[in-house]
């Protein structure tokens, strides 16, 4: 089934270790997004990917890196996590930036 | 700066009336406005939008209505049914405070609908 798969689904990690959050999509999306969701306050961006070799930064970028060496892949990376990064990821991609974007089932993350 | 504010946390309605759900928003740039829906434990999922050279779109039985001067829309649903129980979003597009080219899709923090039966 095409979409897009996010991995893993629920992880809990230790402050101060690094992580990366894995997302792939087959529908040949140019653009890809990563958004956390926290109670309260909604869908924020964290950065997103015009297309495959580009990347930008989006409302809370601090903390996280992401790279796009492809289309179907966009990693995203916590250095050395914190407890206020414990929340619920989404990876969504595409056709065109901005335009109706598709979200994976998401990764319950949990920093203690 | 809150560019997105939905503004009722959650709605309950019972089922066959009309779901009115309210959005506003401060950023003139913005141009496409998009609805999400969301059961918990999975993602969201697009249900709807609207370009700003509009003021409503229809899809069955979900409206959009959009209101430029006010900076408003709003998603009807009618009739409601318990299914659409969900956290409903709003979304905006439009240039960035650069300018240019930068879209971002920004977020509103969600309204809670209960449909009882």
């Known amino acids: 089934i095409a979409g897009i798969t996010q991995a893993p689904t629920s992880q809990i990690l230790a402050a101060g270790r690094r992580m990366t959050l894995r997302c792939t999509q087959d529908?040949?999306?140019?653009?890809m997004y990563w958004y956390r969701q926290d109670l309260g306050l909604g869908l924020r961006l964290i950065h997103y990917s015009n297309t495959a070799g580009t990347t930008g930064k989006g409302e809370v970028p601090d903390g996280y890196s992401v790279s796009r060496a492809n289309t179907d892949d966009f990693p995203l990376t916590l250095a050395s996590a914190v407890p206020s990064q414990t929340s619920v990821y989404f990876c969504?991609?595409?056709?065109?930036?901005?335009?109706?974007?598709?979200f994976g089932q998401g990764t319950r993350l949990t920093v203690v | 700066d809150q560019q997105v504010k939905q503004n009722s946390p959650s709605l309950s309605v019972q089922e066959g009336r009309i779901s009115i759900l309210n959005c506003d928003y401060t950023n003139s740039m913005f141009d496409y406005f998009l609805w999400y829906k969301k059961y918990p434990a999975e993602g969201p999922t697009f249900l709807i939008s609207i370009s700003s050279i509009k003021d409503k779109n229809e899809d069955g039985r979900f409206t959009v209505f959009l209101n430029k001067s006010a900076k408003h829309l709003s998603l009807h649903i009618v009739p409601s049914q318990p299914g659409d129980s969900a956290v409903y979003f709003c979304?905006?597009?439009?240039?960035?405070?650069?300018?240019?080219?930068?879209?971002?899709?920004?977020f509103g923090k969600g309204t809670l609908l209960t449909v009882n039966p």
């Open positions: 529908m040949r999306h140019n653009a």
């Open positions: 969504a991609s595409s056709v065109q930036v901005f335009t109706e974007a598709f």
């Open positions: 979304a905006a597009v439009g240039s960035g405070h650069s300018g240019g080219s930068n879209y971002k899709l920004t």
